[in-house]
């Protein structure tokens, strides 16, 4: 009976060892899918931040594109007045040739009929 018992004791010892062996696996398992899920979010945060970052970028060009503009707008608000200014000047000294060329006229009118 002695024999009976230490056997089933170093059975009994080595079905604990593989149950810690199995519990073992299981764990590293459990591990290895925490770290590939952390490093899979990992570099889910790096794209987000990379996008973010790009974002920024391209909100800034916008930003200084924009400034660019209203730069150029401002521009041709003073040339489109210039302008205005010179064809007003333009229509004075088109009504004062006007003016001069019926003087003209009538200067040869006169001339002509006194030479008659």
Known sequence: AGRGEVRWDKMAAG???D???RFGHSVKGLLTEKVTSCGTDVIALTKQVLKGSRSAELLGQAA??????????LHSED??????IITTHLQYQQ???????EQSSNLQDQLRHLLR
């Open 64 to 73: 200084r594109n924009m400034v660019m503009q209203e730069d150029a707008i």
């Open 19 to 21: 149950a810690q062996a």
């Open 79 to 84: 040339s489109l007045r210039k302008m205005a």
């Open 15 to 17: 079905g604990a060892s």
């Open 95 to 101: 009504e004062a040739i006007q003016k001069n060329v």
